[in-house]
């Protein structure tokens, strides 16, 4: 039996996105980027802990579990019948619009419609979702789109009622009341494998004495939406007529043919490599440009303007029709020096990526002079740091906040003035419910404290998390006895953040290899990525010094680089193409369950964010029943994956060395 092609609430997203993607989805032939495992998304945003706790916050509710459409619309129909019900995941049917509503409480001929998100929301700031101008911030027009879907389904299919949709999220001021609540959340397995969540019988009155998440209503919003807001961007009059055209397109299997957009079609999912395209499989992004391009397979191979970095103006190219690389101009981008700051400015990189295309010159740029200035003022040994951190919806500890920040591990390389490397410490939390920061800090100083070295890091990550952990041993009334010491220690590597209370800039303030990279290096191979995970790759293909070292197997090795985790091991294996192989493929594989597609995307981590491969298997340590051995392998496997984000940024600078010479 075919299974009927409704709108659902993941579908209607999908169109808002862009509704070219209803055509793509689900179909075997396009391949989708984005996490297969649903389960593994929620648990790595922490998502089915807080649809859990909904739950427990509203006690008596009816649970719908059946996946079956049919099935779960006729329990949801026969449980409306009551006069009052409180029910989770009820399927809500109008029409080619299926809805299942996150919880769902009647009184009457009153419904409340809450929509629970794992997204937190701070009242001492966020008092309205508006703008100054009155428009929805963009931050939250993806939630209360959904919710103005759900509220326009629900009113028509059960038409008279009093509907008050809310959005129901993580209150970030509020306080855990007891310790250990997010370990009574337990991910199960049944007996096909499929994962759930288990909550735990020692639940009691106390753990729920005060709410984690809060129920804001979001009437007038809704009403705005509903009422035509936004519709225009679609070529359409009312919300009505908008959803209507999604339904019968996906309904019918039909193409919207949507504009391209710069920032949307550089995230389309809906890609695939050259070899799954010989292998039958089709790419959605390519066919769309195609269509509206008239280009060919050939136009695909010349780098284009969504490979600009940081640039804003990729739609206004667009408008003109100019594309590729090849066809800009110097006005078009205008690149201007920076007088703030030394080396390339924002503008300058842009054109040099620009610029290195249209000579065919494929060598990489390093400002030389400059780097070298900056190589002279570092004091040795040097460090190389990296955290790996997460942010939990449930805190571990009585009196933390929903999504405060945790930092469970970081890896520490050395590098003395004579060139010997060394990987001299890590740190990794693999216990249940313990909250980890101040004893991370610790062993961070135990790491840092031996000389006046120069420390690195890649990217604001760590000094924002430093900065964190410093606010939280000053705001707490149970901190610990060398706070002061801790907090010392903090300020003398870091600089405040911006919007801190106190301002400082520490005499061991961190340097950040990433702004150096902006600053001083590119490589055409990045295709514009400042990521660690572009640029370690495209210095391993351009570095011989580099290749022939590291050929060899003297990482771990006796008389070699001493290593925590590794021993005898070469970072340079060759692909067929001649090309080095990223060293992150060579790494044992971090879950076993997981397929090689889902594992994929969760590694590849920008600059800018943390790593979701490694929160994702910190998440499982916490909250799966595990083995001794399985919890082992897999704290084997994250400190193999943070040893070698610090390694990376190592031979990173070994290459910039060698070049500067």
Not at 352 to 361: H, R
Not at 546 to 568: R, V, W
Request: include cysteine.
């Amino acid at each position: 039996m075919t299974r009927p092609r409704y709108l659902t609430k993941s579908r209607f997203k999908l169109g808002m996105e862009c509704p070219t993607k209803l055509f793509y989805t689900g179909k075997r032939e396009y391949p989708d980027n984005k996490l297969a495992d649903s389960f593994l998304a929620a648990l790595a945003e922490g998502g089915f802990q807080v649809g859990e706790l909904a739950k427990l916050y509203h006690p008596g509710g009816h649970d719908v579990t059946t996946l079956d459409y049919e099935e779960a619309e006729a329990i949801t129909n026969e449980l409306l019948g009551q006069e009052n019900v409180i029910i989770f995941e009820p399927a809500i049917r109008y029409k080619n619009l299926f809805i299942r509503v996150d919880v769902l409480v009647k009184t009457g001929n009153h419904i409340e419609l809450i929509e629970v998100k794992a997204k937190s929301f701070d009242t001492d700031e966020e008092s309205s979702f508006l703008t100054k101008k009155g428009t929805i911030r963009s931050g939250w027009e993806p939630y209360l789109y959904d919710v103005a879907f759900q509220t326009y389904v629900l009113e028509n299919a059960i038409p008279g009622c009093n509907i008050t949709p809310y959005l129901m999220l993580a209150d970030k001021n509020a306080e855990c009341p007891t310790d250990g609540l997010n370990q009574k959340f337990e991910i199960t397995r049944d007996r096909n494998n499929r994962k759930g969540v288990k909550i735990s019988n020692t639940i009691n009155d106390n753990d729920l004495s005060a709410s984690l998440l809060i129920k804001i209503p979001v009437r007038e919003y809704v009403d705005m939406i509903l009422g035509g807001y936004g519709t225009d961007a679609f070529n359409y009059t009312t919300f009505p007529k908008w959803v209507e055209q999604l339904a019968a397109s996906y309904e019918k299997d039909e193409k919207i043919e949507t504009p391209i957009n710069a920032k949307k079609c550089s995230k389309c999912e809906f890609r695939c490599s050259e070899e799954d395209e010989q292998e039958g499989l089709k790419s959605g992004f390519k066919e769309c440009w195609k269509t509206q391009l008239k280009w060919s397979d050939a136009d695909f191979k010349e780098p284009n303007i969504l490979e600009i970095w940081n640039f804003r103006k990729k739609n206004a190219l667009l408008a003109q029709g100019k594309i590729k690389l090849s066809e800009l101009e110097p006005d078009d981008l205008i690149p201007t020096p920076d007088d703030t700051r030394p080396g390339l400015s924002a503008s300058e990189r842009q054109y040099l990526q620009v610029e290195k295309v249209k000579q065919g010159d494929f060598s990489a740029f390093l400002d030389k002079e400059r780097m070298k200035r900056e190589m002279k003022s570092w004091t040795y040994p040097l460090h190389f740091i990296d955290f790996e951190t997460t942010t939990v919806a449930i805190p571990f500890n009585k009196g933390r906040r929903p999504y405060e920040g945790v930092a469970f591990q970081f890896s520490h390389h050395t590098v003395q003035e004579d060139g010997t490397i060394e990987h001299a410490g890590q740190y990794l939390n693999p216990k249940r419910g313990i909250f980890p920061n101040y004893e991370f800090v610790r062993a961070l100083k135990v790491e840092l404290d031996k000389d006046q070295g120069t420390i690195f890091r890649y990217s604001p990550h760590e000094n924002t998390y430093l900065n964190l952990i410093y606010r939280q041993l000053r705001a707490d009334s149970e901190a610990p006895d060398d706070r002061d010491e801790l907090c010392a220690f903090i300020k003398s590597i870091t600089r405040s953040v911006a919007h801190s209370a106190e301002e400082w800039c520490g005499e061991r303030s961190m340097v950040d290899q990433w702004e150096l990279v902006k600053r001083y290096y590119y490589d055409p191979a990045t295709h514009g990525s400042n990521s660690i995970k572009q640029v370690l790759p495209a210095i391993l293909n351009s570095s011989e010094y580099l290749q022939q070292k590291y050929a060899q197997p003297i990482y771990g090795a006796e008389g070699g680089i001493k290593s925590l985790n590794f021993k005898d091991w070469k970072w340079i294996e060759m692909e067929a193409d001649g090309t080095v192989a990223d060293p992150y493929k060579q790494l044992p594989k971090m879950f076993q369950d997981v397929s090689g597609h889902d594992f994929k995307i969760l590694s590849q981590e920008d600059e800018l964010c943390n790593g979701g491969a490694a929160l994702t298997a910190y998440a499982r340590m916490q909250f799966e029943t595990m083995t001794d051995y399985e919890r082992n392998e897999l704290s084997q496997a994250l400190l193999k994956y943070c040893e070698l984000d610090t390694f990376a940024m190592v031979m990173i600078y070994e290459g910039w060395r060698e070049l500067v010479k």
